[in-house]
């Protein structure tokens, strides 16, 4: 088909079909996308950038914990009775031999805490991913598709909320160890990520639901209904991309959130199990023997899990303040 | 098949028949156990047609349920009352899936150029929607296809991949306008395409909405509430007040004769761009506020403003019908419609005002 632009009568965009000016423009026409402004405003953010410094040091430790083992020669769960230990049966403090000194059984509490950094990590992660998957998928549903389900939806986020989560995760904890049905998940990890998850994803439900509402109302949601678009295509397609910034900074707030629940869980020992090395642990079994002298054994696990997650926060706030300079989103 | 032909030959060329449309929409009661639940009457009773190949400008105040209906007809909304025919199929209560080839048929182009966009997408993939939503064209075909859009509306293709925010609000009602066309539909309705833009602007979005209307032969269904607007682009005009429609004509013999006194007062308001003929004219100024939908007033809906009305008015409701001898196809419902030549400004209600019925069950003043 022909047809001839001028007629239009355009004077606020030229089109010049011209090669060279098309060559020129090339660079400019790839618009900068929310991401790249994002990334830019958060390049120039000093604290965040040295807390995500951190956060790469703390995932490099985790994830090379064995050259931990290889340097100091000391395995994770290698117990030294007699250079471990004093005569008297306490840890030892640190020394050439033990950087950071040993725990009750005598092993190097360097070696257990970079080991312990991949059970926080992991969880923190993997954890919040739940959390945030479960809460966007409920979240869309109960406020784009409204009534009935919005209501049941609704009040069972509002019930989630209510419940006191440190009582509920400690008896779900003992159903899972002895129950017939549900005791195969037994206890350690996975029932850790479900109990977080489970109790997590209302607070990201309710942020999405809201969103979706306000969302929904918008033109374009129109727009694309008009041209034959179904609810899924519009769900995910149309309303999920605006609501990715306020996830992604929500997000990056929920995994010290997470690291802090994983560790207070296994604290009172209905998380990770012994002798799996973990922090959360590693701060309850220390905290027994304080008033004997082994200061470090309660100090350098409780630093690890401090500069984590104050790590991870500050990284937050300056992925929120990045992705919302004016300060409107509801996180 | 030999059925729908039919129905289309004898339909002539009209493209869109709506016939006694009504739409209710709930009000929120706030009250935990629902009662008798109120409604807001947004349109009532609303008959129209559509012909190929015209405009068909809808004026009327803003909630007088223009919006609405042009809503109902695209089936935004569902329709509480009344049919809806295009080309010559009832379309009333098509399932979604029934109404998706439908869709390529019937566009919108919105009001609002910023909230009508979304602001996250690129606008090569804005444009490309209607092509992948119904899987016609994927990968560099779209592309072409969604290049080939923007240039027919005025828009640098090269700007495929920007964003919303990177374009002026005329641009973005272009884009919205190459996303109404992907399909070359039979049938656009602009809501307000121009009021949310400068006056310098407005008339290059008329221009390429009629360059386009007569290249590809479009049938549009304008919706506006500046009337020179309306004047500039329509073929025929409906007049819409709290509803219902009251008056409908051509264009010319609208301006003409305007039979309605509520076409009369919107005409008045006109601005002119002379300034002598500005101040002999006689500004009809409508006393107190549109009445509440949700309770409208009985008889005619116009009658607690209206300047001309009488004990009838309040009692039966006018018939939309030709009036004073015009053609048959210049209807107005109104008792004591406008002769040509008179001031309704001078005239007074011969009502009192504790007679006016503002709501039904609620007399003014009371």
Known sequence: MTYDIQAVGESELPVEPSAVRAAEAQKAIEGKSPWVLAWRRLRRDRAAMICLGVIIFIVACAIGAPVFAAITGHGNMEQFDTIGRTPTGLPVGPNSTFWLGTDSLGRDLLVRIAYGARISLFVGVVATAVTVAGGTVIGLAAGYFGGVIDSVLARFMDWLLAVPFLLFAISLFSVAVVHPIFGFIGPGLPIVIIVLGFFGWATVGRIVRGQVLSIKEKEYIEAARALGAGPWRIMFIDILPNLLAPLIVYSTLLIPATIVGEATLSFLGVGVQPPTADWGQMISDASTMFLYGPWWYLVFPSAALLITTLAFNIFGDGVRDAFDPRGDLYV | ?????????????????????????????????????????????????????????????????????????????????????????????????????????????????????????????????????????????????????????????????????????????????????????????????????????????????????????????????????????????????????????????????????????????????????????????????????????????????????????????????????????????????VEDGEDISLSKPSIAEDQRVIESGLIAGA
Not at chain 2, 215 to 229: P, Q, R, W
Not at chain 2, 307 to 319: D, F, G, I, L, N
Not at chain 2, 322 to 336: N, Q
Request: charged share 25%.
């Open chain 2, 1 to 337: 098949m030999s059925m729908e032909t039919t129905t289309n030959r004898a339909d002539g060329d009209v493209l869109l028949r709506v016939e006694n449309l009504v739409k209710h929409f709930p009000v929120k009661s706030g009250k935990l156990v629902p009662g008798e639940r109120d409604y807001v009457h947004a349109v009532e009773d609303v008959s129209l047609e559509v012909r190929r190949g015209e405009t068909l400008g809808l004026v009327g105040e803003t909630g007088c349920g223009k919006s609405t209906l042009a809503r109902c007809v695209a089936r935004l909304y569902p329709v509480t009352g009344g049919k809806i025919t295009f080309d010559g199929q009832d379309i009333t209560n098509l399932s979604p899936r029934r109404m998706r080839p439908l869709r390529r048929e019937i566009q919108m182009i919105f009001q609002d150029p910023y909230g009508s966009l979304n602001p996250r997408r690129r606008v090569g993939s804005i444009i490309g929607d209607p092509f992948s939503i119904h899987r016609t064209a994927r990968g560099e075909d779209r592309k072409k296809q969604v290049q080939h859009l923007m240039e027919l509306v005025g828009l640098n293709p090269e700007h495929y991949n920007r964003f919303p925010a990177e374009f002026s609000g005329g641009q973005r009602q272009r884009i919205g306008v190459a996303r109404a066309l992907a399909f070359r539909p039979k049938l656009i309705i602009c809501d307000e395409p121009v009021s949310a833009l400068d006056v310098s602007i407005q008339a290059q979005i008329l221009n390429l909405l009629s360059d386009l209307q007569r290249d590809l032969g479009l049938t549009y269904v304008f919706i506006a509430h500046d009337l020179s607007v309306v004047r500039h682009v329509s073929n025929r005009v409906a007049v819409m007040y709290l509803g219902k429609i009251v008056e409908e004509s051509p264009v010319d013999g609208m301006w003409a004769h305007p039979r309605h006194p509520y076409t009369d007062a919107l005409l008045s308001a006109v601005p002119l761009p002379d300034p002598d003929h500005a101040q002999q004219r006689e500004r009809i100024i409508l006393a107190g506020d549109v009445p509440s939908p949700i309770h409208p007033p009985t008889g005619c809906r116009f009658h607690p403003r209206c300047p001309k009305a009488r004990p009838t008015c309040v009692s039966t409701e006018p018939e939309l019908t030709p009036r004073l001898g015009d053609e048959s196809d210049h209807v107005a419902a109104c008792h004591f419609p």
